[in-house]
């Protein structure tokens, strides 16, 4: 399978609308990210907890998200 397909399968949205949809933390999730210390680790957290449930995989070592997924 070329990267091409993995990444549309596998990366993250980068439409406005469809970062909405897959990166918006409810309130329990606000909770739970809140109780983690300092700005970089609860941002962290919440990342590897958006990207579990969309596009269904962890982070890789060193990945970053993109720009557009950390700023919303």
């Known amino acids: 399978m070329s990267l091409e397909i993995w990444a549309r399968h596998y990366g993250a949205p ?32 919440a990342m590897l907890m958006l990207y579990m449930r969309w596009p ?5 070592a060193g990945e970053v998200p993109p720009a557009p997924v950390l700023a919303y």
């Open 14 to 45: 980068l439409d406005e609308r469809e970062i909405a949809r897959h990166y918006t933390l409810t309130s329990d999730d606000l909770e739970i990210v809140g109780r983690r210390r300092g700005d970089a680790t609860r941002l962290g957290y």
């Open 56 to 60: 269904g995989r962890a982070l890789e």
